[in-house]
């Protein structure tokens, strides 16, 4: 199972995410993704969770669904993205960082 870790911008105006989510309600067909998978998201209600959940990357946003559903749950602009990393990539940067020290 796949797991990523990301930095998002918090200074979207409110009114263009709710532009952006109006049509976003499944999937886009298959052929606009650029990348799909499955990975384990955390979810923090009165305790954190890990739960499964399918991803899609497209040009335009990266999306999070149930394992299974074309219904999207929620969804990330592009443009919100501010960075990504994998947790072997941190895990480098930590050695790569106390071995210069």
Not at 71 to 83: G, K, N, R, T
Request: charged fraction near 30%; aromatic fraction near 6%.
């Amino acid at each position: 199972m796949a797991s990523i870790i990301a930095s998002r911008r918090t200074s979207a105006k409110e009114e263009d995410m709710m532009s952006l989510m109006t049509p976003l309600r499944n999937l886009p067909e298959q052929e606009e993704w650029v990348k799909e998978g499955e990975l384990e998201k955390q979810v923090v209600v009165s305790n954190i969770f890990w739960r499964n959940r399918r991803c899609c990357l497209t040009s335009e946003f990266f999306a999070f669904t149930r394992v299974g559903s074309q219904d999207i749950l929620e969804f990330i602009p592009l443009q919100d993205i501010e960075a990504c990393d994998t947790p072997q990539s941190l895990v480098n940067k930590k050695r790569g960082s106390a071995d210069a020290a």
